[in-house]
């Protein structure tokens, strides 16, 4: 199996680096723009975060080269490594990133920090950074499909964030096959061990761990030259021998180019896990007739879920991060509130005293029998019980936001300018221009396009 995993990654390794433009879909490319602005959104919207804000005088390295823009932190450039440091940490703090459906992993997060640092600093064409953008994202989600854990005791931002910006990065730069391999092989062995746990307990280093990885990756390709690589079976001696995870044989080099990862994408509008999301969407259908009735009279909020959320049950989080992974704080306040956007989960949010009240009426259980087939595999029923006897339920089959209930691009956009228009008012027009893929602006660098949506109104 070792050596199985090696050929197919060789061969997903020689089709990243080899394709051609033209064999990329024009669907592909589209998801793409928004892929990239939606993240870049979530950047931006993270900088009012107070512990977010306390954090990033700490970030990245004083000085210099002017190379990349940190989306947080308007101003002056900084060098690429520390552009790609901030980005990737403010880009998963608020938790409205996108993300893979097929399996945990946050695509986008793991290739855009080191790709939009290194294109800014290169002065790169935007039709390039597409191209890479989407061939990489397709190379990342297959090693994620490729290597199964058993359980599921990790975070995937630990796992591939270091391998997908090394062959993002590998991509950009136009290395050989054999390069990227050895960039790739050797991004793997520097993976952290990301604690899934760590999540729903509030622990904010949690936060860094994309950060580190996309570093990491960066300098497996600049140390690559000097001979510090990998081997094409480092993946497996890591996925499974370290880790103890399984390799599914052929979703490394299966069917390549005959259908494409970005398109399988969710969006995320509710600033919490997706694992939640479904329960989440069921409270905010019942919404309306509960706070008619009045939300004091709620004596237990009962959430049958799928397997993914039952941990996710801490009742007293302690901070934002431990907010967004607790399936009582995220019922609760979006009873109070009527939705579930960042301000939902944010930093005053967790002190509130009516969303304090509900949390610890919250209870989980399984889904009862088998969780139903993709795309209803993260199903959630919820019933409100009130203190009269009377009760209210919703069933949510599959959040908004993936590929059977998407939301249309009208709305993405209005997420992305939401969140930018404070500090970036041209962004969100941009980046509806750019969906159409105008051949002038595709042409541009994208040092340029940045220096027109980060410009003073």
Request: glycine share 8%.
């Amino acid at each position: 199996m070792r050596e199985t995993s090696a050929q197919e990654m060789g061969a997903l390794i020689d089709w990243a680096t080899s394709i051609s433009p033209q064999d990329v879909p024009e669907a592909a490319l589209r998801r793409a723009v928004l892929v990239l602005f939606d993240d870049i959104a979530a950047m931006v919207g993270a900088a009012a975060e107070p512990e977010f804000q306390r954090l990033l005088p700490r970030l990245g390295v004083p000085g210099g080269p002017q190379e990349g823009t940190a989306f947080a932190r308007p101003g002056p450039r900084t060098d690429r490594r520390s552009a790609a440091q901030i980005n990737a940490v403010s880009a998963n703090w608020l938790e409205l990133d996108e993300g893979y459906r097929t399996t945990p992993c946050h695509a986008g997060l793991y290739l855009l920090p080191a790709l939009l640092a290194e294109a800014e600093a290169a002065g790169t064409r935007f039709a390039d950074v597409l191209h890479a953008l989407v061939v990489g994202y397709e190379a990342i989600t297959r090693i994620a499909r490729a290597f199964a854990q058993q359980p599921p005791v990790m975070q995937s931002h630990g796992r591939f964030a270091a391998v997908g910006a090394a062959i993002v990065v590998a991509l950009h730069r136009r290395l050989s096959a054999a390069q990227a391999m050895d960039a790739a092989s050797a991004a793997v062995t520097l993976i952290g061990p990301s604690p899934r746990n760590h999540l729903a307990l509030g622990a904010l280093v949690r936060n860094v761990w994309a950060a580190m990885g996309a570093q990491a990756g960066m300098l497996a390709v600049d140390w690559a030259d000097a001979g510090i690589t990998g081997s094409p079976g480092s993946f497996f001696d890591v996925y499974c021998t370290v880790l103890r995870g399984r390799f599914v044989e052929g979703a490394l080099s299966a069917g390549l180019g005959e259908a494409w990862a970005i398109l399988d994408g969710y969006t995320k509008m509710y600033a919490c896990c997706q694992h939640l999301h479904a329960a989440v969407e069921a409270v905010l259908e019942l919404y309306p007739t509960a706070a008619a009735r009045g939300l004091d009279g709620i004596v237990a909020i009962d959430v049958a879920t799928h397997d993914l959320a039952l941990p996710l049950q801490n009742a007293q989080p302690r901070n934002t991060l431990a907010a967004k992974f607790s399936m009582a704080h995220a019922l609760a306040a979006a009873l109070v509130t009527g939705e579930a956007g960042a301000p939902a989960f944010a930093s005053f949010s967790i002190g509130d005293v009516r969303v304090d009240a509900l949390r610890p009426k919250v209870t989980i259980r399984p889904w009862p029998g088998p969780v139903p087939a993709p795309p209803h595999d993260r199903p959630a029923q919820v019933t409100l019980r009130f203190a009269d006897g009377t009760t209210l339920e919703a069933t949510c089959l599959s959040a908004r936001g993936g590929i059977d209930r998407p939301f249309p691009d009208a709305q993405r956009l209005e997420k992305i300018s939401a969140l930018t228009v404070a500090t970036y008012p041209h962004l969100g027009r941009l980046a509806e221009a750019m969906i159409a893929l105008p051949a002038a602006q595709m042409q541009r660098p994208w040092r340029d396009i940045v220096e027109e949506f980060t410009a003073p109104a």
